[in-house]
């Protein structure tokens, strides 16, 4: 089953264009699998977009979290 989880360690964010920021998913899941095709627990972006991660549990239960990040 997927579920909706708080995955990401930070609410949504804006940058300042050419600009970067870090995404950071809490520790703890297996595998994590980014909307950018990223595995790692944390991602860096330049882009503004909305963002997801999912995870796979130790339960084998996938779950699922977004985040939007924004220009200023």
Same mark, same amino acid.
């Given at each position: %089953? +997927?579920?909706? @989880?708080?995955?990401?360690?930070? #609410?949504?964010?804006?940058?300042? =264009?050419?600009?970067? %920021? +870090?995404?950071? @998913?809490?520790?703890?899941?297996? #595998?994590?699998?980014?909307?950018? =095709?990223?595995?790692?627990?944390?991602?860096?972006?330049?882009?503004?977009?909305?963002?997801?991660?999912?995870?796979?549990?130790?339960?084998?239960?996938?779950?699922?979290?977004?985040?939007?990040?924004?220009?200023?």
């Amino acid at each position: %089953t +997927t579920g909706i @989880a708080n995955i990401i360690s930070a #609410n949504d964010t804006s940058i300042c =264009g050419g600009n970067s %920021t +870090t995404i950071n @998913a809490f520790p703890g899941f297996v #595998n994590y699998i980014w909307s950018t =095709g990223e595995t790692t627990q944390n991602i860096t972006v330049n882009t503004s977009g909305t963002y997801y991660v999912q995870a796979l549990d130790i339960y084998g239960c996938q779950n699922r979290d977004t985040i939007s990040v924004g220009l200023y």
